[in-house]
């Protein structure tokens, strides 16, 4: 006797599944998916049989990975996208982004700007993202409006800025604002102290403190620039890694942002006390910072991420350049041409950042019982042809143009590359006021 099929809302049947926990590659298998959670794995053929789904697709080109995690990122800033270009980092940041934002911050300039963020990097594949910004009310709305997952900083700084006063202000905000989103699936928070050079010792253990009860992973700016480097010595006699060890916040809640000047001994207090790094190649490139040394953290055990940093400085939200510059930079620098291969690259950009997020056990990999945050990547096309390893033309071939279709959660957010529900006339309207009020600030 035949047994009845069961119902699913999804199947989605593809040549390839990048599953990346477990680290293997299928052909010609399908992904059940129930309730936005990924129930089943297995054959095209056997799904058929054992599925009665509400919706198929199928993607006869296709690889299907995990949806991309941007490990760092400051979503709103998309709207200073080239507004001043090749400086380096303090009078990029002096000069330049903090007057903007002291003129132009608000909660409807965070809104638009995640907004716009938000819409760029689910057509490229990412699913997720590490935000470090003010009024993350602003920024869990327009990331919930487009049906994003997001992580969003409780931002914190000494100094004040249109948001907040002071580094008390900064985290009662925040902290009202998690209270509020707290029942939202897809909105979490993070505790994000700017950088050791913008906050105090006393604020750093609040934020520990914090952290310690809510179980909120802290996320901080680190050795970005040897400037840095250099001030804190003057100041605290100490680097910023050494100085956040004595303060008691490098751990397994830690993700250090960038870590381009670390020495073997940070290195090994970082990997020693079980941090995290959110690798920006393209920032670090782009401010001049340096080249991180990724090699090494990873011979070490550190968890790596992928991060784009703000599109201000990048000026792309775009995580398939970051995993090419990556695996590049990390052959190039370390003078092995097997250093960061493409696998290993595709687990950074996936369940590596997820796993600093605390969010591993939920999403990263295509495993039943994960929540189905998943992207489509088209390898039909003349450029991605031959294809003898569709994890290495992931990586080496293909682009953000390649994505095709995007879930979160199981609902589609991008469909034959086209955002679902995505008011595009309302975002672009939106657009071209914020650079009408930008270029105006601009002239002379």
């Not at 697709?57 to 995690?69: C, F, K, Q, W, Y």
């Not at 716009?116 to 590490?130: D, P, S």
């Not at 100085?243 to 090994?268: A, D, K, W």
């Not at 393209?282 to 968890?303: C, D, E, Y």
Request: some cysteine; proline content about 5%; overall charge negative.
């Amino acid at each position: 006797m035949t047994s009845k099929p069961e119902d699913i809302d999804l199947l989605i049947e593809a040549r390839w599944i990048a599953a990346v926990d477990p680290d293997v590659v299928l052909k010609n298998h399908a992904v059940a998916v129930r309730d936005g959670r990924i129930l089943d794995v297995l054959p095209s053929n056997q799904a058929r049989t054992r599925y009665q789904a509400k919706e198929r697709v199928t993607l006869d080109e296709h690889i299907l990975i995990p949806g991309l995690v941007n490990l760092h990122t400051h979503a709103a800033m998309t709207l200073m996208r080239g507004l001043a270009d090749d400086l380096p980092l303090m009078e990029w940041l002096q000069k330049h982004i903090w007057p903007a934002e002291a003129e132009h911050l608000s909660a409807q300039f965070v809104h638009d700007g995640t907004w716009l963020a938000c819409a760029e990097m689910l057509r490229g594949g990412i699913t997720c993202f590490n935000d470090m910004y003010f009024y993350p009310e602003a920024a869990a709305a327009a990331a919930s409006q487009l049906g994003m997952r997001a992580m969003l900083g409780i931002t914190t700084l000494e100094f004040p800025t249109p948001y907040a006063s002071d580094a008390d202000d900064y985290i009662n905000k925040g902290l009202a604002v998690r209270e509020t989103w707290r029942d939202n699936p897809l909105i979490g928070f993070c505790l994000a102290p700017h950088a050791p050079y913008t906050v105090s010792d006393a604020t750093f253990e609040r934020v520990l403190t914090l952290s310690e009860q809510l179980n909120l992973p802290i996320h901080c700016h680190i050795h970005e620039t040897r400037h840095e480097l250099d001030e804190s010595q003057q100041q605290h006699r100490q680097t910023p890694i050494e100085r956040l060890h004595r303060l008691g916040l490098l751990g397994p809640g830690f993700i250090g942002v960038h870590g381009v000047h670390l020495t073997e001994s940070e290195l090994e207090l970082i990997a020693a006390t079980g941090g995290h790094i959110a690798h920006c190649p393209t920032s670090n490139l782009k401010l001049a910072s340096g080249f991180a040394p990724v090699v090494r953290m990873r011979q070490l055990g550190i968890n790596v991420g992928l991060g784009t940093d703000g599109a201000a400085s990048n000026n792309r939200l775009d995580l398939f350049g970051e995993m090419r510059l990556a695996s590049l930079l990390a052959k190039g620098t370390s003078g092995d041409a097997s250093a960061l291969p493409a696998r290993e690259v595709l687990r950074m950009a996936t369940l590596n950042g997820a796993i600093a997020l605390g969010l591993g056990h939920e999403i990263g990999s295509i495993t039943p019982g994960k929540a189905a945050d998943l992207c489509a990547v088209s390898l039909g096309t003349l450029e991605t042809k031959p294809c003898f390893d569709p994890v290495s033309h992931l990586v080496h071939v293909a682009g953000r143009e390649s994505v095709s279709h995007v879930w979160v959660a199981g609902k589609c957010c991008v469909d034959h590359k086209c955002l679902a529900d995505s008011k595009q006339n309302d975002l672009d309207s939106a657009i071209a006021l914020w650079q009408n009020r930008l270029e105006f600030r601009l002239e002379p």
